[in-house]
């Protein structure tokens, strides 16, 4: 747990450390295999399709759009609760589908995560990634659009 309260990765993480480092530049990026060009989230080592163990950080669009969504009520961890109920969307990447992340959607990067109607949210609605700075690591969270 961080001094926030909040669960949050570790940016330092071996595998997980360049999709930080591209947050904090305002990117999205995901693993990508060289030897099969599949990409993967979460990074892992090795590819699950071919074996490889070489990889790159592809940049991606940031759009996407909603495939699933839910809303927390208490009761939650401490830190969680006082925010509750609020959104918690699964986003389909445009460029690939198959690669889901988890996020909230929010009105602006600073926005809160309690500050949309959950009532307005439709599964496949298109929305696009923002960066929030919280802690050590600038979390992915989407707005409409």
């Given at each position: 747990?961080?001094e926030?309260?909040f669960l949050?990765?570790?940016?330092?993480?071996?595998?997980?450390?360049?999709?930080?480092?591209?947050?904090?530049?305002?990117?999205?990026?995901?693993?990508?295999?060289i030897?099969?060009?599949?990409?993967?989230?979460?990074?892992?080592?090795m590819?699950?399709?071919?074996?490889?163990?070489?990889?790159?950080?592809?940049?991606?669009?940031?759009?996407?759009?909603?495939?699933s969504f839910?809303v927390?009520?208490?009761?939650l961890l401490p830190?969680?609760?006082?925010?509750?109920p609020y959104?918690?969307?699964?986003?389909?990447?445009?460029?690939?589908p198959t690669?889901?992340?988890v996020?909230?959607?929010?009105?602006?990067?600073?926005?809160s995560?309690?500050?949309?109607?959950?009532?307005?949210?439709?599964?496949g609605?298109?929305?696009?990634?923002?960066?929030?700075?919280?802690?050590?690591?600038?979390?992915?969270?989407?707005?409409?659009?």
């Amino acid at each position: 747990m961080s001094e926030t309260g909040f669960l949050l990765p570790d940016p330092e993480d071996p595998d997980n450390a360049p999709f930080w480092a591209a947050t904090a530049r305002g990117e999205l990026r995901v693993q990508r295999c060289i030897g099969c060009g599949r990409r993967r989230m979460p990074p892992r080592p090795m590819c699950p399709g071919c074996r490889s163990l070489e990889h790159d950080w592809e940049k991606l669009s940031g759009r996407a759009t909603i495939w699933s969504f839910v809303v927390p009520h208490p009761p939650l961890l401490p830190a969680y609760a006082e925010l509750a109920p609020y959104n918690v969307i699964i986003v389909a990447l445009d460029e690939d589908p198959t690669i889901r992340l988890v996020g909230n959607l929010v009105a602006s990067a600073d926005g809160s995560i309690g500050e949309i109607d959950s009532e307005t949210i439709q599964i496949g609605e298109a929305v696009r990634v923002v960066f929030s700075p919280l802690g050590d690591v600038h979390l992915p969270r989407w707005v409409r659009g």
